[in-house]
């Protein structure tokens, strides 16, 4: 069974900063690109971050500089870390694992709460 646990939300001041943890089970984690999604109230699911297998990253412009992915394949983890962090960042942020292949599926998880309250 396929599991992504999200952790680390919670209510920040603008300008504070949180991490974002994302465990995963029941896949072959370190060959899965794992992404961050957000999702503000009466919006459409934004990515903002996203990582590969190897490292490499990729952040939109609203974030970038912001936000930092990094992953710890030994430990099946993604991280969010946000910093400097703007009423306009409040959403759900939901983890996100798709294989290279597309073949396969992806998984996500059920989200957790971030609000940069003003």
């Known amino acids: 069974q396929v599991q992504l646990v999200e952790s680390g939300g919670g209510l920040v001041q603008p300008g504070g900063s949180l991490r974002l943890s994302c465990a995963a089970s029941?896949?072959?984690?370190?060959?899965?690109?794992m992404g961050w999604y957000r999702q503000a109230p009466g919006k459409q699911r934004e990515l903002v971050a996203i990582i590969t297998g190897g490292g490499s990253t990729n952040y939109p412009d609203s974030v970038k500089g912001r936000f930092t992915i990094s992953r710890d394949n030994a430990e099946n983890t993604v991280y969010l870390q946000m910093n400097s962090l703007k009423p306009e960042d409040t959403a759900v942020y939901s983890c996100n694992a798709k294989h290279p292949s597309p073949a396969m599926r992806g998984y996500w998880g059920l989200g957790t709460q971030v609000t940069g309250s003003s």
């Open positions: 029941g896949i072959t984690f370190s060959i899965y690109v």
